[in-house]
């Protein structure tokens, strides 16, 4: 079983219990609030985490990611939540510009 460490949400650790199911369904499951406004149709970024450590523990890079990041819109060390899968260990951040105003970050 793999497990996702959100280093600024007071490290919030959730454990993977489907490496099947999206990351942003993962934080749904665990009843986390996490901006999305597209519905997780990969139609805009601000699904997005910033990968600090494991980044090779993510399913492989989608087409909305590579158009994003073309755009300069997702960097090399970001990924949309709603595309990815999680295959091990990650260690990620909730970008300063998508917090939720009703949520204690750490
Ligand atoms: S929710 Fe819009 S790209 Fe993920």
Redesign the pocket.
């Known amino acids: 079983m793999s497990t996702i460490l959100i280093a600024n949400w007071k490290n919030k650790t959730l454990s993977v219990n489907d490496p099947n199911v999206s990351l ?1 369904r993962l934080f749904q499951n665990h009843r986390l609030d996490w901006m ?12 997005k985490v910033i990968v600090l450590e494991g980044m090779e523990n993510f399913s492989q890079v989608t087409p ?1 990611e590579n158009r994003y990041r073309a755009m300069g819109a997702l960097q090399s060390n970001e990924r ?4 990815v899968r999680v295959l091990g260990d990650v260690t990620v951040e909730v970008p300063e510009e998508y917090k939720l105003p009703h949520i204690t970050y750490s």
């Open positions: 942003l999305h406004a597209c519905g997780g149709k990969g139609r805009c970024t601000t699904c909305a949309l939540s709603c595309q």
